[in-house]
């Protein structure tokens, strides 16, 4: 039986293991770095920063190497918690753990308060894309968005390697880095919360702050009966008009990314016509004015 592994401790250069060649795997995942960084973004980049800073030397080299090579056959992650299976040197793969500690109901009802306040964080997010700033929305109410430090962050892996983290563990850390760079959300699942909570959660907030209050309602007045417009009825009419002011989207194509991503060709195709429509009539009001 596979010993149970611990935190991830560091300080582990100075042991020596005999390198073993791994059985080719098939059907592996695949790396889209092949040589370089892992990743391209910056939320990606912390988080493989964080694995860097435990010192594990060859191993992180060893773990880049079965990253590339397809060695990692699958990574499922979900709040909290990231199985994964790697093909090693024995015919039966490792099965790797890791458990983040997620943030409490509490905390998560604190970030997407703050979060909500942002009109331009909620767009973003809305894109896809993590803004640059949110961890200083995280730090804000008191909470980190990734693991700081070993407490937050435990791994294991059923290869006889007693060190912690193990190739294996790296190999899946890397790839992990990869997916985060394609699905930031990903990153808020391991905290505990999916994209779709995530989501409804910001759309409930920003909803009701421009919900009016029952104070707010304006009044109406009540319109005449039929028998009481007999005699004006067929009448001429005075209509009193001002052009509307118009503004422009910050976000392109924003209603499309609020709901699940059509295929590639139909959104961009959508985002073009979207594009063309905003310069025509910008071009078309510019023109409206100066002539005015």
Same mark, same amino acid.
């Given at each position: 039986m596979a010993k149970r592994?611990?935190?991830?401790k560091?300080d582990?250069?100075?042991?020596?293991?005999?390198p073993s060649?791994p059985?080719k795997?098939e059907n592996?995942?695949?790396s889209?770095?092949?040589?370089?960084?892992f990743?391209?973004s910056w939320?990606?980049?912390?988080?493989?920063a964080?694995?860097?800073?435990?010192?594990?030397?060859?191993?992180?080299?060893?773990g880049r190497?079965?990253?590339?090579?397809?060695?990692?056959?699958?990574?499922?992650?979900?709040?909290g918690?990231?199985a994964a299976?790697?093909?090693?040197?024995?015919?039966?793969?490792?099965r790797?753990?890791?458990?983040?500690?997620?943030l409490?109901? %509490?905390s998560?009802e604190? &970030? #997407?308060?703050?979060?909500? +306040?942002?009109a331009l964080f !909620?767009?973003?997010?809305l894109?896809?894309?993590?803004?640059?700033?949110?961890?200083?929305?995280?730090?804000?109410v008191?909470?980190?968005l990734?693991?700081?430090?070993s407490?937050y962050?435990?791994?294991?892996?059923?290869?006889?390697?007693?060190?912690?983290?193990?190739?294996h563990?790296?190999?899946?850390y890397?790839l992990?880095?990869?997916q985060?760079?394609?699905?930031?959300f990903?990153?808020?699942?391991?905290?505990g919360r999916?994209?779709?909570?995530?989501?409804?959660a910001?759309?409930?907030?920003?909803a009701s702050?421009?919900?009016p209050t029952?104070?707010?309602?304006?009044?109406?007045?009540?319109p005449s009966?039929?028998?009481?417009?007999?005699?004006t009825?067929?009448g001429p009419?005075?209509?009193?008009?001002s052009?509307?002011?118009?503004?422009?989207? %910050?976000?392109?194509?924003s &209603? #499309?990314?609020?709901?699940? +991503?059509?295929?590639?060709? !139909?959104?961009?195709?959508?985002t073009?016509i979207y594009?063309?429509?905003?310069?025509s009539?910008?071009a078309r009001?510019?023109?409206?004015t100066?002539?005015?």
């Amino acid at each position: 039986m596979a010993k149970r592994k611990s935190q991830l401790k560091p300080d582990y250069n100075d042991y020596y293991f005999p390198p073993s060649r791994p059985i080719k795997a098939e059907n592996g995942l695949q790396s889209r770095s092949q040589r370089g960084e892992f990743a391209s973004s910056w939320w990606a980049k912390r988080w493989l920063a964080v694995l860097e800073t435990y010192g594990i030397g060859s191993r992180l080299q060893r773990g880049r190497s079965y990253a590339r090579g397809g060695q990692v056959l699958s990574i499922d992650i979900k709040p909290g918690f990231v199985a994964a299976k790697v093909q090693g040197s024995q015919p039966t793969p490792y099965r790797v753990k890791m458990e983040v500690k997620p943030l409490s109901d %509490e905390s998560w009802e604190k &970030v #997407l308060d703050a979060i909500s +306040t942002q009109a331009l964080f !909620t767009a973003t997010l809305l894109e896809g894309t993590m803004p640059s700033e949110i961890e200083s929305v995280f730090q804000s109410v008191k909470v980190s968005l990734f693991p700081s430090d070993s407490r937050y962050l435990t791994t294991d892996c059923t290869c006889p390697d007693d060190a912690n983290p193990c190739k294996h563990i790296a190999a899946v850390y890397y790839l992990m880095g990869e997916q985060f760079d394609l699905d930031p959300f990903l990153i808020f699942t391991l905290r505990g919360r999916t994209r779709e909570q995530v989501m409804e959660a910001l759309r409930v907030r920003r909803a009701s702050a421009v919900e009016p209050t029952s104070d707010d309602q304006p009044m109406v007045a009540k319109p005449s009966s039929l028998t009481e417009q007999i005699d004006t009825f067929w009448g001429p009419t005075e209509f009193e008009w001002s052009p509307l002011p118009l503004s422009f989207p %910050e976000t392109h194509a924003s &209603v #499309l990314k609020r709901f699940d +991503t059509p295929p590639h060709e !139909t959104q961009k195709a959508l985002t073009s016509i979207y594009q063309a429509m905003s310069r025509s009539i910008q071009a078309r009001f510019l023109t409206e004015t100066t002539d005015d």
